[in-house]
């Protein structure tokens, strides 16, 4: 029970990575405030909470529209009794598109929904989070905003501005008790992530650990973020992407070994 009597609020929270937290956080002992845009999926992960015996609301709310924040957080403050001790900013979008055929109006709504809606949460959390002390804030970010690659110019740059806005707000919120910390995940096994065979070959030729992620891989390291284990942490981005950031090119093992090619090549011409 290490988060026994705290508070939190986890966006996203109806399904996939979101939904593992939700539950984890109550395991754990926190009253949670369950919040998607999908009022009916929040509900349900509600009601699984209540049922093994924890406390947790559900509230409907767009996080990247100001005025449904803003009554996310009245209703979260009115079930909390205006305490709050850890924001999980995990609502967020797949988005994948060629560059040049990229609407702006879908630019707009992946940074909206991305990153905007960050902005918009941490604010009314920490506005909270002052009168008490402080508190724990955690970013889902992607290695997706850490690596180039195609097709994620609308989220991988949403990702990166995550990163960057843990950083600043880490030093900003710092004196005032306010940890922020993100979390880079690398693919994770969720309804996010439909990609065809060759996709999924494709990165797991680039995952040393050789698997996918599950969603428990990401709510576990939220929940240390979230407790006083992490208390000297802040304005890191914590990666859990099975080696995927630190690889390039990954050789297999038995080439390595049996294949001499270190050294000087006598036969190249240049
Ligand atoms: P998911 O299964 O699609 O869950 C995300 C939840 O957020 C969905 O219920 C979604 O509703 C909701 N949501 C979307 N827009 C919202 C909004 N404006 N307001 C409130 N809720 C909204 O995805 P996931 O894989 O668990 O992803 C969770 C987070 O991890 C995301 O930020 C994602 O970018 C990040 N991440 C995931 C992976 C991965 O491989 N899965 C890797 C790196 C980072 P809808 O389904 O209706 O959109």
């Not at 403050?77 to 990229?102: C, P, Q, S, T």
């Not at 004196?175 to 065979?197: E, F, L, S, Y």
């Amino acid at each position: 029970m290490r988060l026994e009597g705290k508070s939190a609020i986890i966006t996203g929270a109806g399904r996939g990575i979101g939904k593992e937290m939700a539950l984890r956080f109550s395991a754990e002992g926190a009253a949670v405030v369950v919040t998607d845009i999908v009022g009916d999926l929040a509900v349900d992960v509600a009601a699984e909470i209540t049922k093994r015996g924890g406390r947790a609301h559900a509230v409907t709310a767009d996080v990247s529209d100001q005025t449904q924040v803003e009554a996310l957080f009245d209703e979260a403050n009115n079930f909390l009794d205006g305490r709050l001790d850890v924001l999980v900013n995990n609502a967020g979008i797949a988005h994948h598109a060629a560059f040049l055929e990229l609407d702006v109006k879908d630019w707009q709504h992946v940074l909206n929904t991305n990153l905007t809606s960050v902005f918009l949460c941490t604010q009314q959390a920490g506005r909270i989070m002052v009168q008490y002390g402080g508190g724990s804030i955690i970013n889902i970010g992607s290695i997706s905003g850490q690596r180039g690659s195609t097709g994620r110019i609308a989220y991988g740059t949403a990702k990166a501005g995550i990163h960057q806005l843990t950083r600043i707000l880490g030093v900003e919120l710092g004196p005032m008790g306010i940890r922020v910390n993100a979390i880079a995940p690398g693919p994770i096994d969720t309804g996010m992530t439909k990609m065809g065979p060759d996709q999924r070959k494709r990165y797991l030729e680039r995952l040393p650990i050789g698997r996918f992620g599950a969603a428990g891989d990401i709510a576990a390291i939220a929940v240390f973020l979230a407790t006083e284990d992490a208390s000297f942490m802040t304005g890191s981005i914590v990666n859990a992407d099975g080696g995927f950031d630190a690889a390039g090119l990954i050789f297999d093992y038995d080439e390595l070994v049996n294949v001499k090619s270190d050294g000087r090549d006598p036969d190249f011409k240049p």
